[in-house]
């Protein structure tokens, strides 16, 4: 089929456009031009997240919470999208109000960063869970006194050592999930501290 980004542009009526079935039944869009995805996607009046699956005939899936994740003077970096059904994907700003559905050069920090390394400054306790729900959670209790709660993006099994940087200071409470994924993460990210203090 045509691109509608440069269709006829090149004085040429050749089908360069392709869409085919990726992983878990996600609309592959390429262009033989090479046109960006999210452009041709806009370009026909869809969005990124209409390229997912449709679920159990109840409709497409829908975003049900995004989590920002900023840098340190709160500037967003990307986003961590809760879809239901459940399922998690990341985006990111594309600088003209629109969104970016990869990781792509962006930088991976700690949610809640600029509370994080605040309360880290003060000497203070950091919670480290699995989600950003469990997170907010905890940051949302009345007079809990000079803590934050943080998660790493992606989960269990997705710790990195600046991470552990970044707690350097702080006393860290490590929130075990009860299951084997979540007792793995524990540990990982108990080693990694211990790694940064020795």
Avoid at 101 to 119: E, F, Q, S
Avoid at 171 to 193: E, F, T, Y
């Amino acid at each position: 089929m045509l691109c509608p980004i440069h269709e006829g542009d090149d004085g040429k009526h050749d089908p360069s456009l392709s869409v085919d079935e990726g992983r878990e039944g996600r609309a592959l869009v390429y262009c033989q031009a090479r046109c960006a995805e999210e452009d041709v996607v806009a370009a026909l009046g869809l969005t990124m997240t209409d390229l997912f699956e449709r679920s159990n005939g109840k409709g497409k899936s829908q975003i049900a919470a995004t989590y920002n994740y900023t840098d340190e003077g709160g500037d967003l970096l990307f986003q961590a999208v809760r879809m239901e059904p459940k399922d998690f994907r990341f985006r990111r700003p594309d600088g003209n109000g629109g969104w970016i559905w990869n990781m792509k050069g962006v930088r991976r920090v700690l949610y809640n960063l600029p509370g994080v390394l605040a309360t880290v400054a003060d000497g203070g306790t950091v919670y480290v869970v699995e989600g950003e729900k469990d997170a907010d959670r905890i940051n949302a209790l009345p007079d809990a006194g000079n803590i934050i709660a943080t998660t790493n993006p992606g989960g269990a099994g997705k710790w990195r050592r600046e991470y552990s940087e970044m707690l350097l200071g702080a006393n860290v409470v490590i929130v075990q999930d009860k299951d084997d994924p979540g007792r793995k993460h524990a540990r990982a990210v108990a080693r990694s501290l211990k790694e940064i203090l020795q």
